[in-house]
């Protein structure tokens, strides 16, 4: 096997995805760019998107990533518009453009054109999750759009196997479609419900950071390869561990959680620029396939078919966002009154990805009885284009609509009081804990050791508040950045006399790591301490 061209696409889509931090455009959009460039450079390989790789080993650690990160409290507070984008929409979007395509494209059968329709049908949970985190849209649309790229794909797929089924003639129904979806959809959740609490309960007994951190890996393809044997939704199965885990990631060890976070930091980051790199390196392998649809015919199909999802998602967003609240005062008491803004803001980040590219590829060359799958060609031009234009469009003109619009900004100094009477709180009861510990005998400490303790804690409870002092009208740092800088000008000193003494001999490599480690520590502590 040959492993350089891995090596290429990982190094290269790695380099790109730190250039575009230098640069307004975002990461997506550079690597997908860069990605149909270079596609035609003379010797590069070619990279096709197996779905047997890209769904079973690159879409479970995305998912998990993403779906360990959001608020589990904040995502079923918004269950209802999730619930409407991630089925409703997923559903309306698969009917609507097959028909269109079905009407559009002469030949074309109503069951291929339904199998496009599903395909495209998905935004992308790579695509939105990187565009908002980019662009800071407010925290409720953030949610709702990151709900619903978690559990649409579980959607898509589904309807893609009906239709696929109906076009090949495996003699799928309506009702058979149906009884598939719920038994999908119920199945992902169960396994996902099963696996949870088990996998947290191993988690919080494996003492080793190390042993946590590599179960951590191993978790989200252990919960898609169960749920996907059982005939489920991996998918779903995936959403609902990670979202426990990340709930309750306060009980693992502390060691775990900082080991994790830059472990996962690191594999996201690395399959999200592989997979946007991915997708513009399709460029030539969809082109040679494309066949009889040349030219001018091609590009307007793309165009419409373009068209055509980007209405699609007006039309289901707007009436989704307002008729529930004209019809169910429940509705109109519970939640905060929607804006048009932020609908079109919904309705215009349906950006398609990875997914929608990789299950096109998944359809068959044949159908039952051995003839050419109709149109299979076409349709995955078609998916290409739908998945690039969003991405271009849509993305590239995402962050001037937000900031066109005029969304009102977080309130970084009403956060800051928060965050400091939270802090009060919590310090007022470590102190009381503190002072209950040391009347007990087998707690007894030097007074000057007692004392550490309690400037800390104090230290601790002031670093907030000094968050909203003034800055030092020499250098312009607040309070806390002075703090900062000279935590790790007195740890650069330490440091180097460490290294110094291994250079002389005094202390072996061996000591020189452990005392390293502990200075680490000791400067990340200082730099969350002051904030």
Known sequence: MDVMPLLLLVAGSTVIAAAARRTPVPAPLLLVAVGLAVSYIPGV???????EVVL?????????????????????????????????????????VGWAVYLLVPGMTLPAALVLGAVVAPPDAV????????????????????????????????????????????GATWAGGIEEFLLAAVGGVGVGLLL??????????????????????????VAYGVAEQLHASGVLAVV?????????AWEVDFATRLQEEAVWKMVAFILESAVFALIGLQLPIVLRGLGQYEGAEA????VAVFLVVVAARFAWCYPATFLPRIFSARIRERESNPTWKGAMVTSWAGMRGVVSLAIAFSIPDRVHGGGAFPHRNLVLFLTFTT??????VQGLTLPPLIRRLRFP??????????????????????????DELLTDDRNQLPPPLADRLRIVLERRRNAVWERLGQTNPVTGETVDDTYRRLSREMISSERDVFVRLRDHRYIDDEMLRTLLRRLDLEEAAAYREAG
Do not use: C
């Open 45 to 51: 390989p070619d990279y096709t998107l197996d779905p």
């Open 56 to 96: 079973p080993l690159l879409l479970p650690p995305l998912l998990y990533t993403s779906a360990s990160d959001s608020s589990y409290l904040d995502l079923r507070a918004q269950m209802r518009p999730v619930a409407l984008l991630s089925v409703g929409y997923v559903l309306f979007a698969t009917v609507v």
């Open 387 to 392: 998945v690039i234009g969003t991405l271009v």
């Open 409 to 434: 900004g977080r309130d970084p100094q009403a956060e800051t009081l928060a965050e400091a009477n939270a802090q009060a709180q919590a310090s007022r009861a470590a102190e009381a804990r503190l």
């Open 196 to 221: 949870m609490a088990p996998l947290h309960w191993l988690r919080t007994r494996l003492k080793e950071p190390l042993l946590q951190n590599t179960l951590s890996l191993l978790i989200p393809f």
């Open 240 to 248: 609902v561990v990670a979202l426990y885990l990340g709930h309750r």
């Open 299 to 302: 590009v307007w199909y793309a």
């Open 127 to 170: 695509a939105a999750t990187a565009v908002a985190r980019r662009v800071g849209l407010p925290s409720r649309i953030t949610t709702i759009l990151q709900g619903e790229s978690l559990l649409n794909d579980a959607t898509a797929i589904t309807a893609y196997k009906v239709a696929l089924g109906a076009a090949v003639g495996a």
